[in-house]
């Protein structure tokens, strides 16, 4: 029995200790600030705590007196917490606001202070005195639960939908509500009536100047029953975000040349960036742009660029398509192939060399093949050809068989060559005949032997025309 005392008592001992460790593990005590108001007053305290543990804690203040009183921080916090480092002290600023009170008197309000290391709490009473109901209407603090919807970032090009939510605690009605909106960018006034226990919804279209600049604004929505509000004000942060875009303003468009402008708007007068309109090459070559553009290859496109450089939050540029030198080089193709066609002569006489002979490394001997053809729908009559042989080769007088023999062989004095005729009755729509003959060189050539053109004279549709060949090179 002695030992199971003497067992016990240590453990008693140190419950006990505990006890009074977690009981002191921090000190709270509550200072009013203002706790003598008008029934649609608030009262205001500062609740003070010093952390006595040896290691940081978190400490929560939280009422469960709602919702006849309400305990919240301005600006609301929830939940209201207090972080503090060993041995720290620190204070929080509470209002407290009588939700539910409709006479004079003194009311007790119990706030919690909780410590989320021991879980353990302790109760502070506020004494809250209140002078005069007179604020009361028809026996009732005013009470409207108001919520406001609306986007936190706004494009100002777009209309802005704002939501405003009421919900009326009370049985009495309210027949002269006024909402007011008001934030550097928005001012608007809603009168309403709200009716005993009504729930509703108003909602608000605002249009901004499209131009405004990228900002950050506070929305603040008041709710009043006459003059007098009837809420604490509701703050809602907004931005007003920054745009930039471009779009086509016009465009003239004609068979050849259209022209396009352009307009590059941003609410940001200082927005550093490019202004692109895509193009093909053909394009980018027949077009010209004002300011003048560079181009630039992207993903597989092809873009005239600007660097932003703009004036009163915008830019022009303009892109002007002329496919009329373009064209014009297509008229002057065509007109030049139907000029070739019409105009080129319809006798076509080629020259070419066959056999060559090789002596002592040059060339001396060859035979000179003229294929004569009528290229026309037409027949040719009267043809003669003429061939002038240089002075340096010789010509044989006796020809293959089946060729055509010459007309003529002279040679001129002065110049020492030789000419050669061949004469021709006529030449039918597409026909061709071959002349040869044969050369001899005095010497052997090295190098490039050449023979000049021959030529032809001819009758097509009583005209007397001439036509020329090739020039022969025959390299060694």
Do not use: C
């Amino acid at each position: 029995m002695n030992l199971v005392k003497k067992s016990i008592l240590p453990i008693l001992i140190l419950i006990i200790y505990s006890s009074i460790a977690y009981a002191a593990s921090f000190d709270v005590d509550a200072v009013p600030i203002n706790n003598r108001i008008i029934i649609d007053e608030f009262a205001t305290f500062q609740i003070n705590i010093k952390n006595n543990l040896d290691k940081k804690d978190e400490y929560r203040i939280y009422t469960l007196d709602f919702p006849t009183w309400d305990v919240r921080t301005d600006p609301i916090a929830n939940p209201i917490t207090l972080e503090l480092e060993p041995g720290e002290e620190g204070s929080v600023e509470v209002v407290v606001d009588p939700l539910k009170i409709k006479d004079i008197g003194t009311y007790q309000v119990n706030v919690n202070v909780r410590s989320k290391l021991t879980n353990k709490f302790t109760s502070v009473p506020l004494k809250v005195s209140i002078l005069s109901t007179e604020s009361l209407i028809q026996g009732y603090v005013p009470t409207v639960v108001t919520g406001v919807t609306l986007p936190k970032k706004i494009d100002p090009r777009e209309e802005i939908t704002i939501k405003i939510s009421l919900n009326n605690q009370n049985i009495i009605a309210y027949p002269d509500l006024v909402i007011t909106l008001e934030s550097n960018l928005i001012k608007e006034t809603i009168n309403n009536v709200l009716g005993p226990k009504e729930d509703k919804t108003l909602e608000l279209k605002v249009s901004l100047d499209p131009l405004t600049k990228p900002q950050e604004d506070n929305l603040v929505v008041s709710v009043f029953k006459g003059d007098r509000s009837i809420i604490r004000p509701i703050v809602r942060k907004i931005e007003i975000v920054e745009y930039a875009g471009q779009e086509l303003s016009s465009e003239r468009k004609g068979i050849l040349l259209t022209k396009s402008v352009y307009n590059f708007v941003s609410n940001n007068n200082e927005y550093d960036g490019l202004i692109k309109v895509e193009t093909t090459l053909l394009s980018s070559i027949f077009s010209s742009t004002n300011p003048k553009a560079k181009t630039l290859k992207e993903n597989g496109k092809r873009y005239f660029v600007w660097e932003v450089e703009l004036e009163n939050n915008s830019m022009q540029v303009t892109v002007t398509k002329n496919f009329l030198p373009l064209f014009a080089v297509i008229l002057l193709l065509i007109a030049a192939v139907i000029a070739y066609y019409v105009l080129r002569s319809p006798l076509v006489i080629r020259k070419e060399a066959s056999n060559i002979v090789k002596s002592e490394g040059g060339i001396s001997e060859m035979t000179v093949v003229l294929h004569i053809k009528n290229r026309s729908k037409d027949k040719l009559k009267e043809i003669e050809i003429t061939e002038f042989i240089p002075a340096l080769v010789s010509i044989e007088k006796e020809v293959s068989i089946g060729s055509l023999q010459p007309t003529k062989i002279l040679r001129h004095e002065k110049k020492k060559n030789t000419i050669v005729k061949w004469s021709l009755d006529h030449l039918d729509a597409s026909e061709e005949r071959v002349l040869s003959y044969n050369i001899k060189t005095k010497l052997s050539i090295l190098g490039t032997f050449s023979l000049p053109t021959a030529t032809a004279s001819f009758k097509s549709k009583n005209k007397v025309l001439t036509s020329t060949s090739n020039r022969l090179s025959v390299d060694n």
